[in-house]
Nanobody
Framework: QVQLVESGGGLVQAGGSLRLSCAAS????????MGWFRQAPGKEREFVAA????????YYADSVKGRFTISRDNAKNTVYLQMNSLKPEDTAVYYC???????????????????WGQGTQVTVSS
């Protein structure tokens, strides 16, 4: 079991940056692959980025590759999403999620993440 709490969202102008944090409870954080997803109004939740248990592997959606960076600090039970060069189309509620299974590849499917945070709003103005 793990509980996730996101923070760091807000309103930013296009071209700006934000860093999201997701703090996890419990002592088993390092056993989970972690992902960031987002959901815009009227749209389905979509994959943004994922990171392996050790942090050695990462994977990004094409739409954010080169602009967003996922990282984690297992000593602090926290995963981060650094978002640079933000665009209005990045506006969404951002969720972090935990995948308890060891997989050969990082998952982009919402169904494979068992634990979810409550989300944090990111709004990018043009």
């Amino acid at each position: 079991q793990v509980q996730l709490v996101e923070s760091g969202g807000g309103l930013v102008q296009a071209g700006g940056s934000l860093r999201l944090s997701c703090a996890a409870s419990g002592r088993t954080f390092s056993r989970f692959a972690m992902g960031w997803f987002r959901q815009a109004p009227g749209k389905e939740r979509e994959f943004v980025a994922a990171i392996s248990q050790s942090g050695g592997k990462t994977y990004y959606a094409d739409s954010v590759k080169g602009r967003f960076t996922i990282s984690r600090d297992n000593a602090k039970n926290t995963v981060y999403l650094q978002m640079n060069s933000l665009k209005p189309e990045d506006t969404a509620v951002y969720y972090c999620a935990a995948d308890p299974l060891y997989r050969p590849f990082l998952s982009i499917a919402t169904s494979e993440y068992d634990y979810w945070g409550q989300g944090t709003q990111v709004t990018v103005s043009s």
